[in-house]
């Protein structure tokens, strides 16, 4: 079982920056796919993020490509993301998943496993 837990949300303004960070339980990390989701009210889950347990490949929705960046932070065997010049549109609850049964990552959030309570993202304008 693996429970990721996210932290780092908050109100910030549009652009500013802002941090999430996701850990895990023991090692588990290095068997999963790592990824970020986002939900807005009234929208559905979408992806953001995703790092590879394979390798440290990063992949990005278009929406975010050039502002987010999500890396491994092995000392403290987590995943971050870390967001830039952010906007209204990026207000969400942020969650952390892990896929660990897929070879490849999938975008689509139905397909993976283990997810996170979610941390609110707002910016305001």
């Known amino acids: 079982q693996v429970q990721p837990v996210e932290s780092g949300g908050g109100l910030v303004q549009a652009g500013d920056s802002l941090r999430l960070s996701c850990t895990a339980s023991?090692?588990?990390?290095?068997?999963?796919?790592v990824g970020w989701f986002r939900q807005a009210p009234g929208k559905e889950r979408e992806f953001v993020a995703a790092?590879?347990?394979?390798?440290?490949?990063?992949y990005y929705a278009d929406s975010v490509k050039g502002r987010f960046t999500i890396f491994k932070d092995k000392v403290n065997n987590a995943v971050d993301l870390q967001m830039n010049s952010l906007e209204p549109e990026d207000t969400a609850v942020y969650y952390c998943?892990?896929?660990?049964?897929?070879?490849?990552?999938?975008?689509?959030?139905?397909?993976?496993?283990?997810w996170g309570q979610g941390t609110q993202v707002t910016v305001s304008s």
């Open positions: 023991g090692r588990v990390f290095s068997n999963c796919h």
């Open positions: 998943a892990c896929n660990n049964k897929r070879l490849y990552i999938d975008y689509d959030w139905h397909t993976w496993d283990y």
């Open positions: 790092v590879s347990r394979n390798n440290d490949d990063a």
